[in-house]
């Protein structure tokens, strides 16, 4: 169904956060009600290839009268390269989406065991050590990796883990499947939902595509970039806003918070009002959910 753009002004809206059904610390009730407890009028949840938390953050946004954007994070690979595409207000049911993130979570789950095998060799660490990390349902990935190292001792904070050992290229990591992006775009757009990069130029998480796998993307049905992001750089924020200039591209931005599991801010960088509206106007699978400030601002 298509959704009416709301008019906002002087708002927090952050588009890019997680909860316990991925890699986050807080069930999604807890992430909606610190949400609106920091101020924030609009809040996307977008967990690593799940819809899982929807539902209890549905609840919760009508409960904290918080304008909740349903999405979810997919995680995409080129050519060995590790990349992420938001998909915002996809419709959750859409069959050839839901094949290919039930792909997807099989491979990483058994990732996450060869990994957790490799490291049991060099550190006192095993997949039940791994298993006590992770809340209900969520898919097991590094993240729950790096809480059962920092559990043991091995590593100091989840930032030290990755930083040390399951880096892409260390050698304990292990690839999994993942959709290349041009496909996961057409997907996302086929479901009714916008798709967005995720922390295009994070060149310190390791390695980033070129500008013109962007590009293709774009040409298949990319909506923006993510170009205000914690990990970004200066140069980099301004590469990503050339490029999107450049492509026809929306530029957005977000926290990418996981709770206690890195040291960002909720709404340490937001998306502005013109760039949410452009993203809400393009949706066509489900509707907002929730209410409150961003109603009092002229919702739609």
């Not at 952050?14 to 101020?39: F, I, K, N, Y």
């Not at 819809?51 to 997919?74: M, S």
């Not at 997949?127 to 990390?133: F, I, N, T």
């Not at 070129?210 to 909506?223: H, T």
Request: glycine share 10%; aromatic share 4%.
């Amino acid at each position: 169904m298509s959704v009416a753009a709301p008019r906002l002004s002087d708002v927090l809206i952050d588009l890019h956060t997680h909860s316990r059904a991925s890699d986050g610390t807080q069930t999604p009730a807890e992430l909606v009600a610190e949400a609106a407890g920091r101020g924030l009028s609009v809040l996307g949840l977008t967990d690593h290839d799940t819809t899982a938390g929807w539902a209890e953050a549905e609840v919760a946004a009508q409960r904290a009268r918080i304008i909740l954007v349903r999405g979810i994070e997919v995680s995409c690979l080129h050519d060995g390269i590790s990349l992420h595409v938001l998909s915002y207000l996809h419709d959750p049911d859409d069959p050839p989406l839901l094949a290919e993130l039930e792909r997807a979570r099989a491979s990483r789950q058994q990732r996450a065991r060869l990994i957790v095998d490799r490291l049991a060799e060099d550190f006192p660490l095993a997949y039940d050590d791994v298993l006590a990390q992770v809340h209900g349902d969520a898919t097991v990935g590094r993240p729950h990796i790096a809480d059962a190292m920092v559990a043991a001792g091995i590593v100091s904070d989840r930032d030290a883990a990755f930083r040390e050992y399951l880096y892409t290229g260390s050698p304990y990591y292990v690839t999994h499947y993942a959709p290349d992006p041009v496909t996961a775009v057409r997907l996302i757009r086929a479901a009714g939902g916008v798709p967005v990069m995720a922390h295009p130029f994070a060149a310190a998480r390791g390695r980033i595509v070129s500008d013109d796998v962007i590009a293709s993307m774009a040409q298949a049905g990319l909506a923006g970039l993510e170009a205000r992001h914690p990990d970004h750089t200066p140069d980099q924020v301004a590469h990503a806003a050339g490029l999107a200039r450049e492509l026809g591209l929306l530029a957005s931005g977000a926290s990418d918070y996981h709770g206690a599991g890195k040291t960002v801010r909720l709404a340490q960088e937001v998306t502005p009002p013109p760039v949410y509206e452009a993203i809400l106007a393009q949706a066509r699978g489900v509707a907002l959910v929730g209410g409150g400030r961003g109603d009092q601002a002229g919702r739609g």
